[in-house]
């Protein structure tokens, strides 16, 4: 049975559990003198019911998801030749990861051994075996606990503060996963980080002009010399960044207070539906538009004027991102527009002000915080985009300024280190967490600045 075959059956046993409690609450409560009588209604006992019986049920099945991969692949590689067994930790990692391959049915490069083949065959008993194992686990567990807490439904039972209790600590438990994921990822990418540093000395990444990764694992071949400063690719991420920003924060909050303070009803219908019509366009038509229109269109202008301009340039992916990023400026910015007090315009209007001058002096430094955020998000959606990048600006990591050279970004190299199956203890790989690693860093401190702007001018207006 595969998992989400047993999700679906979970999830209508649950249903099946919430029918069964309410029912049986009706029951007794029939027996003592009516529903009346019933400590909580109705629906909080179906609701203990559907509860006990999904939740502890959901969570075998997340934890058994979560160790199988390792057991079973713990099981298959004891199984394996001594040779195999033997190989170094690099080389072990990509038999294993050739027989995941095979399991999954991906095509693997190369012959595949006899041996490697019979291990791929092992694994799928397993997971066969498992599956098989976890449905009934996971279904008894669900029937156990139905026909549990249907067997203490009395009058008594305060089935409305149990609810209740038990949608308080899934709440704490969202919260703290979502608290330890991100400690997760920062400690997963700092760790990962300092076996690059190791590797490679920070001064040299931080303030290095030149971005070659090349480092080969042999010393005898080509490249095994690389060069890791980051200096030119994050100059090249600052300038498609703010080239996407002069696009889309002028265009994005002017459309913004023009849909919600001079557009009527009918035109702002039809208009804001249409602006946000771009950000549900995938990014890679965006980067096809980018590469076969807009970088020809600006070439063939620069020839015209005379000015060299390369066939991908930081020009080209800059504009079509600032497109891209206006619905989360405008949209947002509208929302908080919208959310500024009429009073505060009557306020202004009866104090003899414009229209204009009333959204100048009294909406704007009203909906900042909102604005800010907006434009936070838009910066965000700027630094994260790959596939425009790398259809209209490129993979060369040059130091320029110049948005008519072709330049790259973070997120690009990050991608290109981490395609297909790699080595985790070169610093070549290593180094896309060293990238991720400086981002993130790069990203707080954005934030904090704007916090504190934003902080500023609050207290200014209050």
Same mark, same amino acid.
């Given at each position: 049975?595969?998992?989400?075959?047993?999700i679906?059956?979970l999830?209508?046993?649950?249903?099946?559990?919430?029918?069964v409690?309410?029912?049986r609450?009706?029951?007794?409560?029939c027996?003592s003198?009516?529903?009346?009588?019933l400590h909580s209604?109705?629906?909080?006992?179906?609701?203990?019911?559907?509860?006990?019986c999904?939740?502890?049920?959901?969570?075998?099945?997340?934890?058994?998801?979560?160790?199988?991969s390792?057991?079973?692949t713990?099981?298959?590689?004891?199984?394996?030749?001594?040779?195999?067994?033997?190989?170094?930790?690099?080389?072990?990692n990509?038999q294993?990861?050739?027989?995941?391959?095979?399991?999954?049915?991906?095509i693997?490069a190369?012959?595949v051994?006899?041996?490697i083949?019979?291990?791929?065959?092992?694994?799928r008993?397993?997971?066969?075996?498992?599956?098989?194992?976890?449905a009934v686990?996971?279904?008894?567990?669900?029937?156990?606990?139905l026909?549990?807490v249907?067997?203490?439904?009395?009058?008594?039972?305060?089935?409305?503060?149990r609810v209740e209790?038990?949608?308080?600590?899934?709440?704490?438990?969202?919260?703290?996963?979502?608290?330890f994921?991100t400690?997760g990822?920062?400690?997963?990418?700092?760790?990962?980080?300092?076996r690059f540093?190791n590797?490679?000395?920070?001064?040299e990444?931080?303030?290095?002009?030149e971005?070659?990764p090349?480092?080969?694992?042999r010393?005898?071949?080509?490249?095994?010399?690389?060069?890791f400063?980051?200096?030119p690719?994050?100059?090249?991420t600052?300038?498609i960044?703010a080239?996407?920003?002069?696009v889309?924060?002028?265009?994005?909050?002017?459309s913004?207070?023009y849909?919600?303070?001079y557009a009527?009803?009918?035109?702002?219908?039809?208009?804001?539906?249409l602006?946000?019509?771009?950000?549900?366009?995938? /990014?890679? $038509?965006?980067?096809?538009?980018a590469a !076969?229109? %807009?970088a020809?269109?600006?070439? #063939?202008s620069?020839?015209? +004027?005379?000015?060299g301009?390369?066939?991908?340039s930081?020009?080209?992916?800059g504009?079509?991102?600032?497109?891209?990023?206006?619905?989360?400026?405008?949209?947002?910015?509208?929302?908080?527009i919208?959310?500024?007090?009429?009073?505060?315009?009557?306020g202004?209007?009866?104090?003899?002000?414009?229209?204009?001058?009333?959204?100048?002096?009294?909406?704007?430094?009203?909906?900042?915080?909102?604005?800010v955020g907006?434009?936070?998000?838009a910066?965000?959606?700027?630094?994260?985009e790959?596939m425009?990048v790398?259809?209209?600006?490129?993979?060369?990591?040059?130091l320029?300024l110049?948005?008519l050279e072709t330049? /790259?970004t $973070?997120t690009?190299?990050?991608?290109? !280190?981490l %395609?297909?199956?790699?080595e985790f #203890?070169?610093?070549?790989? +290593?180094a896309?967490?060293?990238l991720?690693?400086l981002l993130f860093?790069v990203?707080?401190?954005?934030n904090?600045?704007a916090?504190?702007?934003?902080?500023?001018?609050?207290?200014?207006?209050?």
């Amino acid at each position: 049975m595969s998992p989400t075959t047993l999700i679906i059956i979970l999830l209508v046993l649950s249903t099946f559990g919430y029918y069964v409690g309410r029912r049986r609450a009706l029951v007794v409560g029939c027996d003592s003198a009516g529903v009346k009588n019933l400590h909580s209604r109705p629906i909080y006992y179906g609701s203990l019911t559907a509860l006990c019986c999904g939740i502890p049920a959901m969570l075998l099945f997340g934890f058994w998801l979560t160790f199988e991969s390792t057991i079973m692949t713990n099981l298959v590689v004891s199984e394996l030749p001594e040779a195999l067994q033997n190989l170094p930790t690099a080389e072990l990692n990509l038999q294993v990861n050739k027989i995941r391959n095979l399991v999954d049915g991906n095509i693997v490069a190369g012959v595949v051994e006899a041996e490697i083949q019979a291990a791929a065959d092992h694994y799928r008993n397993l997971q066969a075996t498992s599956n098989a194992a976890l449905a009934v686990a996971a279904i008894s567990v669900a029937i156990l606990g139905l026909m549990i807490v249907r067997a203490k439904i009395t009058p008594l039972l305060r089935a409305r503060n149990r609810v209740e209790q038990i949608i308080r600590y899934m709440l704490i438990a969202c919260s703290t996963i979502a608290i330890f994921t991100t400690i997760g990822i920062v400690l997963s990418v700092l760790f990962e980080s300092i076996r690059f540093f190791n590797a490679v000395p920070i001064a040299e990444f931080l303030f290095g002009l030149e971005w070659s990764p090349q480092m080969a694992i042999r010393a005898d071949q080509v490249g095994s010399s690389g060069a890791f400063g980051a200096v030119p690719v994050f100059v090249g991420t600052l300038l498609i960044s703010a080239i996407a920003m002069c696009v889309a924060v002028p265009i994005g909050l002017m459309s913004a207070i023009y849909l919600s303070e001079y557009a009527n009803k009918t035109f702002r219908a039809v208009a804001k539906p249409l602006i946000e019509i771009l950000a549900g366009i995938p /990014t890679v $038509v965006y980067g096809f538009f980018a590469a !076969l229109t %807009v970088a020809p269109f600006i070439r #063939d202008s620069g020839d015209l +004027l005379g000015l060299g301009v390369s066939s991908e340039s930081a020009l080209a992916a800059g504009a079509v991102m600032g497109i891209m990023i206006i619905p989360f400026v405008s949209s947002l910015s509208d929302d908080f527009i919208n959310a500024v007090p009429q009073a505060l315009r009557d306020g202004a209007y009866s104090l003899g002000a414009t229209q204009s001058e009333t959204i100048k002096n009294v909406i704007l430094p009203a909906a900042l915080p909102g604005i800010v955020g907006g434009v936070l998000l838009a910066v965000s959606r700027a630094i994260g985009e790959t596939m425009i990048v790398v259809m209209a600006a490129g993979l060369a990591a040059n130091l320029t300024l110049n948005p008519l050279e072709t330049v /790259t970004t $973070v997120t690009v190299q990050i991608v290109t !280190l981490l %395609v297909g199956d790699q080595e985790f #203890d070169s610093p070549k790989t +290593l180094a896309a967490f060293a990238l991720g690693l400086l981002l993130f860093v790069v990203t707080l401190l954005l934030n904090i600045i704007a916090l504190k702007v934003v902080r500023k001018y609050r207290e200014q207006y209050e």
